[in-house]
């Protein structure tokens, strides 16, 4: 083969390589008109070679979008930096057909350093912009579905959360709930107070672990049937033997902490039996004597086979005012610190005149020390026998 020969096939080789290319090239004026293209970007757009070189400008083969796009931002940038990289742009093609592309170019310049031509290569993005917009589709369809799962949530845990305290003749009863954060997110806190039987109330109060939708469910699980068990049994320790049993056999590896009080009127004050299952021990102050908590915790519900429940035994008299809470209270957190047990003991201390007081004061002054906003959520529920006036008195 001879030297000619030799340079004559390369030449055909790299205008072989240029026509067939994975890929479109162009050269383009800096003015704008197309001087060439390569036969992929005519066999990609559906426009000829007569119809395009000499005669249309790259801009006149761009949406309208891409167009000014192309004028305000892709000359400057190649003005500037000397070339530009995948940019996304949209070509209209013969038939009127859109085609998305990327879109590298370079700028060469003449002697006298002025802009002379545009070399662009054009990739085609046609399944990337498909597999985009799949990957949007996907993304608008999991936000619906869990703005429906927090919607789900949000309506269960209303049914879960009494809307008014019951009134009960010789108490005083406050409660409050208070969801974490925006309230967006919903927690496994719960509470409820209900009669046994005439002269007997019950008070629940729990947490179940987790948050969301699955929570809700374990929730109101949980509170229905502890409504069953507390009419089948006289012992708050083997209602909850029935509770941990269903929660276990239910299909969920949830736990919750649980107290359950029955609560029966003797005289001018209360008797109260309570099992407290893995949860905080209720704080009692009476006249006279700092807030404290003493009561025996038993096992968690929804995690051994054959937990120990252990009943409790308080005696309330006139003045005495009891206090029940979820974690949120005390692990409400700024920063590394946690609100803590003493200054909860302290705010109930500050605010014991009242179970209004207590349960609204504790509950500010929590969220004061979170700067306004729960980590966690927050249930509550205060009980309180009243004083007897002294006209009420044997010797009065």
Request: include cysteine.
């Amino acid at each position: 083969m001879t030297s000619g020969e030799a340079g004559g096939s390369s030449v055909t080789d790299a205008q072989r390589m240029y026509d067939m290319a994975p890929c479109g090239y162009a050269t383009v004026a800096w003015s704008g008109t197309i001087l060439a293209v390569n036969r992929t970007f005519l066999q990609w757009t559906g426009y000829t070679t007569e119809s395009l070189v000499g005669v249309r400008t790259l801009a006149d083969l761009m949406s309208r979008a891409t167009a000014v796009y192309s004028q305000t931002h892709l000359r400057p940038m190649l003005l500037m930096a000397g070339s530009v990289r995948e940019i996304a742009l949209e070509l209209v093609c013969a038939d009127g057909s859109r085609l998305p592309i990327l879109l590298n170019a370079s700028l060469e310049r003449d002697d006298s350093g002025e802009p002379e031509v545009m070399r662009v290569v054009v990739f085609d993005a046609s399944e990337r912009r498909a597999y985009e917009q799949e990957l949007f589709r996907a993304k608008e369809r999991s936000e619906a579905s869990e703005a429906h799962a927090r919607l789900l949530a949000r309506t269960l845990q209303e049914t879960l959360i009494p809307p008014s305290s019951p009134q009960i003749t010789g108490l005083e009863l406050q409660t409050a709930y208070r969801p974490a954060g925006d309230g967006e997110e919903v927690g496994g806190d719960f509470y409820e107070v209900f009669q046994r039987r005439p002269g007997e109330w019950v008070v629940v109060l729990g947490d179940v672990c987790g948050k969301g939708v699955e929570a809700a469910v374990v929730t109101a699980l949980v509170r229905y049937s502890l409504r069953a068990a507390v009419v089948e049994h006289e012992s708050p320790a083997e209602a909850m033997h029935l509770l941990n049993r269903i929660v276990l056999e239910h299909d969920t590896d949830r736990f919750c902490t649980v107290v359950l009080m029955y609560l029966r009127q003797v005289g001018s004050g209360w008797a109260a039996d309570l099992c407290i299952a893995g949860h905080p021990a209720p704080v009692l102050v009476r006249p006279g004597e700092a807030p404290y908590s003493g009561q025996t915790t038993s096992s968690l519900v929804g995690v051994l086979d054959d937990p120990v429940f252990v009943d409790s035994h308080l005696e309330l008299a006139p003045g005495d005012l009891l206090l029940l809470y979820t974690d949120g209270v005390t692990e409400g957190r700024r920063d590394a610190d946690f609100f803590g047990d003493q200054r909860m003991l302290e705010s109930i201390d500050a605010h014991r005149g009242s179970t209004e007081g207590v349960v609204g004061g504790l509950l500010a002054d929590v969220l004061e020390f979170q700067q306004g906003r729960t980590s966690d959520d927050m249930a509550v529920v205060s009980i309180k026998v009243p004083e007897v006036a002294e006209e009420d008195l044997p010797f009065a």
